[in-house]
């Protein structure tokens, strides 16, 4: 009976497991996970919901999401992409919902919704799972795979696929290294920026729901909500920033100058005509209790705070150098961020497996055949979890199809 190990018991490592299994009922599939737990990020993720994949289907929209790896996965998404994996759970019985920033959830919001299905695929289809079973290299052999494993005797294989997910360190690539691939150095991604000289982390809670948030002396920018913690700041505007300036904020050791747009607004220039519109219809207002933004009150108040405006203050004697100073912090309000902060649910890595080392259409390394890398351990990321999410059910997919194509080969 030929044999097929799994590296992985994560979303990449189970599905693959999973489509393996249904495509060679004849093979062994054994997943072999090093720690006691199984599809744990799955579990965690969306606060427990588990964001599956995006509404976002045509792969040339899709690819736009993916910081690193959009280039290679144009034609992946086209064999199996968000479309395919609604249907997949949906055909056995998982009902899936979308909200409206387009994340889709199983409708039950319990991700072990998702997780029950998918270990039920693995039991109907025979899939073996052994936990704490940890790899500590990978020999080539005659006839296939030869694992060393940690405290244990070797297990012999035809075919393996690589799904360990991301790793932090370039040194847990070691064992890959030493089959001769490259690799791309992990930094983190997905991720908030720390504040910690900012008395703006005194509105700890306060959120807008749409602003525009730059790097300071770059093109890097992104809009969407953003939360104010007490820390800095965070919310999907500042975690999609991240994602794409991942790599120069690690060259920058995470020192770096950020710049807040609070308004739906483009230019100080639209700020002013609104503010100067708004003083002519409230002349008599005080600043403090009239907010012409509709921005969250203790965000106005802190920026008024900020640009020195007395608390009595009324529109009609409000101008000068304090009004240019209100109009700036409004539309590029400027912050010191020094360090991050990452979540272990959403925990992602900008690196691994370079792409050039893997046959995209297969996921099959081009060093050694009949070795295969699907999710995280690839060099591929997406901007929040249901993007990497797709990414490790589409390359677990095209793994599976590439080892039925090799083993059909095989038996002709």
């Not at 919902?97 to 693995?122: H, M």
């Not at 297990?155 to 890959?176: M, P, R, S």
Request: glycine share 8%; aromatic share 8%.
């Amino acid at each position: 009976m030929r044999k097929i190990i799994i590296i992985g018991a994560g979303a990449a490592g189970i599905f693959g497991a999973i489509s393996i299994a249904t495509k060679n009922p004849d093979a062994e599939v054994v997943v072999l996970e090093k720690s006691s737990k199984l599809l744990s990020k799955v579990k965690i993720s969306g606060g427990g919901r588990c964001n599956v994949t995006n509404v976002c289907q045509e792969p040339k929209e899709l690819i736009k999401h993916y910081p690193r790896g959009h280039k290679k996965l144009k034609k992946a998404f086209e064999e199996f992409g968000s479309k395919e994996i609604v249907q997949w759970f949906e055909s056995r019985g998982v009902n899936l919902k979308s909200e409206a920033d387009g994340r889709i959830f199983p409708v039950t919001d319990d991700s072990q919704t998702i997780i029950n299905c998918l270990l039920n695929e693995c039991k109907k289809h025979k899939v073996v799972i052994r936990t704490k079973v940890a790899v500590e290299s990978i020999s080539k052999t005659e006839k296939g795979f030869s694992l060393n494993i940690k405290g244990s005797e070797n297990i012999e294989c035809d075919k393996v696929l690589v799904a360990t997910g991301g790793h932090n360190k370039l040194g847990a690539f070691q064992w890959l290294i030493d089959l001769g691939h490259s690799i791309t150095e992990p930094v983190p991604s997905l991720f908030t920026f720390n504040l910690p000289a900012s008395s703006i982390t005194a509105l700890s809670g306060v959120s807008v729901s749409e602003v525009e948030v730059k790097i300071a002396g770059t093109k890097l920018s992104y809009q969407g909500p953003l939360l104010i913690t007490h820390w800095g700041l965070s919310g999907p505007a500042v975690l999609k920033l991240s994602a794409w300036g991942a790599r120069m904020l690690h060259e920058k050791n995470y020192e770096y100058s950020v710049v807040v747009n609070w308004l739906k607004i483009d230019s100080e220039e639209d700020a002013r005509q609104k503010l100067i519109e708004f003083q002519s219809q409230n002349p008599k207002k005080m600043l403090f209790n009239s907010n012409p933004f509709q921005l969250p009150k203790r965000l106005w108040d802190y920026l008024l705070t900020k640009s020195e405006i007395d608390e009595e203050l009324r529109w009609n004697n409000f101008s000068g150098k304090k009004f240019n100073k209100l109009i700036n912090h409004l539309v590029a309000d400027l912050y010191e961020a020094s360090g991050k902060t990452t979540f272990k649910e959403e925990f992602v890595t900008a690196g691994g497996v370079k792409l050039g080392d893997i046959n995209m259409q297969t996921m099959e390394s081009r060093r050694y055949p009949g070795l295969y890398f699907a999710g995280e351990i690839l060099d591929i990321d997406g901007v929040t979890g249901g993007f990497n999410f797709q990414a490790a059910w589409t390359t677990a997919w095209l793994a599976s199809e590439g080892i039925l194509e090799n083993e059909k080969a095989l038996q002709n």
